[in-house]
């Protein structure tokens, strides 16, 4: 019990730096939006996004447990859309966020057996992302 109520804590938490992350690139300023993004990546998973997005899913899911594993999930999506729309050179970076975090919330479905509303949102979104991207 104490570990789900500090993994929710830690959602809601990250759940507003990519809010503000987001505000940030919305603004304009996806630089400074892509390192408070950089920060959590260090303070969560204690790894950059540069080296993760390059393991293979289950080398990931034997590294993390799946509260981690969302985490990172989440951080991708939001770092792929962030790099989407700052710039035309940043879109294949993006592809390879968007694609990796996709394939994060396909692993934890077929894990956790339950059918979560809010993920299969986040994996329409990225689909529909990537779809328009080709």
């Known amino acids: 019990m104490i570990r789900k109520d500090y993994f929710l804590k ?3 938490q990250l759940t507003q730096v990519i809010a503000r992350a987001l505000q940030l690139s919305h603004g304009g300023d996806a630089k400074a939006a892509l390192e408070l993004l950089d920060e959590q990546y260090q303070k969560q ?11 293979p899913v289950e080398a990931l899911a034997q590294h993390y447990d799946e509260g981690q594993l969302t985490l990172l999930a989440d951080l ?3 770092e ?3 790099l989407m729309n700052a710039t035309e050179t940043g879109a294949e970076t993006a592809r390879a966020r968007l694609s990796k975090a996709l394939s994060l919330y396909q692993h934890l479905n077929q894990v956790q ?5 809010e993920r299969e949102g986040k ?3 990225i689909r529909a992302w990537l779809e328009a991207k080709r």
């Open 10 to 12: 830690v959602l809601q």
């Open 45 to 55: 998973l204690q790894e950059q996004s540069e080296i993760l997005v390059n393991y």
């Open 76 to 78: 991708l999506m939001a």
């Open 80 to 82: 792929g859309e962030i």
């Open 113 to 117: 057996q339950v059918y979560d509303f």
């Open 123 to 125: 994996m329409q979104q």
